[in-house]
């Protein structure tokens, strides 16, 4: 039996009913509105039409402003008086609807002004949610308007239930968008997206940026948590809310204001004494109500939001040459209180899980598994959902991320760097879909606080009786679309102080970028096969390898959004921009078919020898001058070394917006005078290896094992289950050896922590939390060319743990290695772990003590001399 199809009724535009899929009998349409211009064009042409067709518009007049809507044929004004009561107006708007029985069309003066005469939101909520299903029930069709911002959340949240269609209508740049925020039973690819209302077509607002831009213009508030409560979270806000309204009428308000102002940032911010003294410098009163705005719930909005919004407002207010307010990507994020985090655990008797396993934090991955499964099973209150779907609405179908900000991240002494989750949601489909994977990525957020390299690091950085509040901060991405792909032109990370100087006319003082084409995932982690840009801002023209080294050591593939599946993928760049041509190829891409770096045409498209190299971008625009002086001012404000993590758009007259998507302290190497001169012309005898690759400065003393990794035999392995579990078996060494306070130096090949087991050994940070030092050798020929993992979550998690750090090319001229020593030397791998005898030709563990008259070994790393040095130093 064929399905009834719904009888469509025009609003009077072909491009609203375009977007709505037009309208419904039964459909009761909110209009949120800054203006009632926009309300009065659309009411018009939808009475009009109706009365072109023969139709009846019924128009009820009350409010003081205006007409909606002038005297034309087929138009029946009904007068109303709303002074007579909530009970006497209700009864007779009712007893209009019912005398003009089925399928009537109306329009309603402004709703908000109802408010100026029953004095409360609750009378407004309660008429329309008693009228709205009337018309509903015969079939009627009905236009109403609200002033947007005006009511409080319960108003609005019993009115968007009840409605059929919620739009909201903004104006700004002297041009008017339309956003449905809610259309009932109907979907489209692009229908929840804000749309530019044009005179020939409405146009969906793609690109991060220009969206950002609109719905930061238009001051809208989504979250407001402010349930009738006298607590201090609420009565600090509205006591503030009160000052500002009536300052020039209450005497000493200027003070206050100033005292709220600081009592509502420490609620939000926390104690941190020199975040608050930058919070306190920088943030304006209406930052602070802003960020209250956005947040959903209640309690810290954490490390990772407090350095971004005042690493934003550090640059805004910049005294360089740069206006940084027309550089900056406009700011559209949410925050979701700590305090949800908690009652999240209580209500879903999660607490103690948490609570036995910050006591006892060995667990393995598979146990892990399991704590992700419970924290997955979790439920959230009603409140909190409303707020969810209210800024999954304000997003639209805008991907967005979902990162993790404790309280303990992104500080001044410990980052936290990749320790915990953060997921991007491509946020497509129903609202219903998205809010289903919206609520999977703040749980698995909340569950990565348990996660065993969490508890690791933890412990390790003597964090473990911390305050460990978890709180989210819910970013749009950034970038436009591109096929059936979203993602930013540029992303990446950079440092206002460059510890990896390739060559001797690097300043290191002057910072590095690590820069890659799409999401900067690929710019943070260390990808199989895989090479981010190295930029260092003193010569940035220099590259770490020669031009015929450029094809090995660029990128390849694409970390972006694929918005036909509805998740986060990896592609090969031929297969992103192959075919059509990319938006300002030309400044990113070169022509290395030749053997040299030649230029492009935006025409050219993609084709093969063409490589990611950014030539033209460093040469042709403001990139690198922007980079410059964004880290310059950050230092400067911070007081110590920032890396912060961005992306960046260019337009068509190759102007930059960046948008600066966290900030934090940059913890440097610590540095040792160096007690040996670093000679060694050939490795024999003391000298065990000798690289002139150094990344920072330090000197370990006295380590007493070596854990060495075959880079040779390693290969060998036939499995990938034998090559991933040596993870796990190095973790276990690293446990045993480390029990007493012993030194342990760790040396194998390729890409320590990579995703690729074919290009080096996955180790987790909770595997090496016990060493030392960290070796990387680096083979081109045999496969294992490991990347400079300078700026990456991995190197900045030795960083904090002071475990050196150093890559050694031995083919390269100047570095040297002394196999025979490390291939002959005894190994008591055997002896500690017996039951993994298979792995003894892969794994030695060399007691440095042994046939060495209690010698031990030492690593040096020099940046002066830009050289590394690891040698035995005599028993005592």
């Not at 320590?752 to 680096?778: K, Q, R, T, Y």
Request: with cysteine.
């Amino acid at each position: 039996m064929a399905e009834n199809k719904p009888k469509i009724i025009s609003t009077g535009s072909s491009f609203l009913d375009e977007l709505l899929q037009g309208l419904r009998p039964g459909d009761n349409v909110v209009w949120q509105v800054d203006r009632m211009e926009e309300f009065l064009q659309f009411a018009g042409r939808f009475g009009r039409g109706a009365a072109e067709k023969g139709l009846e518009c019924v128009y009820l007049r009350f409010a003081p402003h205006p007409p909606v809507l002038e005297p034309f044929e087929g138009l029946v004004v009904v007068a109303l008086d709303p002074e007579a009561g909530f009970d006497v107006f209700t009864r007779k708007v009712h007893e209009v609807i019912e005398s003009k029985g089925k399928e009537a069309y109306y329009v309603f003066d402004n709703l908000s002004s109802l408010v100026e005469f029953w004095a409360t939101d609750e009378l407004l909520a309660d008429f329309y949610q008693i009228t709205c299903p009337y018309i509903y029930e015969l079939g009627g069709v009905a236009y109403f308007a609200l002033n947007r911002d005006q009511h409080d959340h319960n108003t609005i949240a019993r009115i968007k239930t009840t409605t059929q269609i919620l739009l909201s209508t903004y104006h700004t740049g002297g041009r008017s968008y339309i956003h449905p925020l809610k259309v009932w039973k109907r979907y489209s690819p692009n229908m929840f997206m804000v749309h530019l209302i044009g005179e020939n077509e409405w146009a969906p607002v793609t690109t991060s940026f220009d969206a950002a831009a609109v719905l930061s213009a238009s001051g809208t508030h989504l979250v407001h948590t402010l349930p009738d409560s006298d607590s201090p979270w609420n009565s600090v806000y509205r006591k503030l809310v009160q000052y500002r309204q009536n300052q020039e009428n209450i005497p000493g308000a200027a003070s206050e204001i100033d005292a709220l102002k600081i009592e509502l940032t420490r609620m939000m911010f926390g104690n941190h004494e020199r975040i608050n003294r930058l919070a306190d410098s920088y943030l304006t009163v209406e930052d602070i109500m802003q960020t209250r705005e956005r947040l959903i719930g209640s309690g810290r909005i954490g490390g990772k939001a407090a350095g971004m919004l005042l690493a934003r407002r550090i640059l805004n207010a910049g005294s360089g040459g740069t206006d940084f307010s027309r550089v900056l990507e406009a700011h559209d994020s949410f925050y979701i209180g700590s305090d949800v985090f908690f009652s999240f655990l209580v209500n879903n008797n999660l607490f103690r899980l948490r609570l036995n396993l910050s006591r006892n934090p060995n667990i393995d991955p598979d146990e892990f598994d399991a704590v992700e499964a419970a924290f997955l099973a979790g439920k959230f209150p009603r409140e909190t959902m409303e707020q969810f779907r209210d800024m999954l609405e304000h997003y639209g179908q805008a991907p967005i991320i979902v990162r993790s900000s404790s309280l303990l991240e992104d500080g001044f002494q410990h980052a936290y760097a990749g320790k915990y989750r953060s997921e991007f949601c491509a946020n497509q489909g129903t609202p219903d879909k998205r809010l289903d994977e919206f609520l999977k990525a703040v749980k698995l957020v909340y569950a990565s606080a348990l996660n065993p390299d969490v508890l690791s690091y933890r412990r390790r950085m003597g964090l473990t009786e911390g305050d460990e509040q978890m709180a989210i901060l819910v970013q749009r991405v950034s970038g436009m679309p591109f096929k059936q792909y979203f993602f930013p032109t540029l992303a990446g990370v950079a440092f206002s102080k460059n510890l990896y100087g390739w060559t001797d006319r690097i300043d290191t003082s002057k910072g590095m970028v690590r820069l890659v084409f799409g999401l900067g995932t690929r710019a943070v982690n260390r990808t199989a096969g895989d090479y981010p840009r190295m930029i260092a801002l003193s010569h940035p023209e220099i590259r770490p390898e020669s031009t015929e080294q450029i094809p090995n050591y660029a990128q390849k593939y694409v970390d972006l959004i694929d918005i036909d599946t509805n998740q986060l993928a990896t592609k090969r760049a031929a297969e992103v921009v192959g075919g059509e041509s990319y938006p300002n190829l030309e400044l990113l891409a070169a022509d290395l078919s030749e053997g040299f770096e030649s230029d492009i045409a935006f025409r050219d498209g993609w084709r093969r020898g063409f490589e990611f190299t950014f030539r033209n971008l460093i040469k042709r625009t403001r990139f690198i001058e922007l980079m410059d002086e964004m880290l310059s001012c950050l230092e400067s404000a911070w007081g110590q070394p920032v890396d912060i993590e961005f992306t960046a758009h260019i337009d068509f007259q190759r102007d930059i917006t960046i948008n600066l998507l966290q900030c934090r302290s940059l913890r440097l190497p610590r540095l040792t005078p160096a007690h040996v001169r670093l000679q060694a012309d050939h490795c024999r005898g003391d000298v065990l290896f000798k690289t002139s690759r150094a990344i920072g400065s330090g000197l370990v003393e006295d380590i007493l094992y070596i854990i060495y990794i075959d880079p040779a035999a390693y290969s060998q392995l036939n499995t990938s289950t034998q090559k991933k579990s040596l993870g796990r078996i190095i973790g276990k060494l690293s446990e045993l050896l480390s029990r007493d306070g012993s030194r342990i130096m760790l040396i194998g090949p390729g890409r320590w922590g990579s995703g690729n087991i074919d290009l080096g050994i996955n180790v987790s940070f909770a595997d090496i939390a016990g060493i030392s030092a960290l070796v990387e050798i680096a083979r081109p020929q045999a496969g294992y060319a490991p990347e400079v993992s300078y700026g990456t979550h991995f190197f900045l998690d030795l960083v904090e743990a002071e475990i050196l750090y150093l890559p050694v090319y031995p083919d390269e001229e100047d570095s040297c290695f002394n196999q025979g020593y490390f291939a002959q030397a005894p190994s008591i791998f055997e002896e500690l772990l017996p039951d993994y005898r298979e792995y003894a030709s892969v794994i030695r563990v060399i007691d440095v003590r042994a046939g060495n008259n209690g010698a031990s070994c030492a690593l040096l790393v020099d940046p002066g001399q830009n050289t590394g040095l690891c040698y035995l130093q005599p028993g005592t």
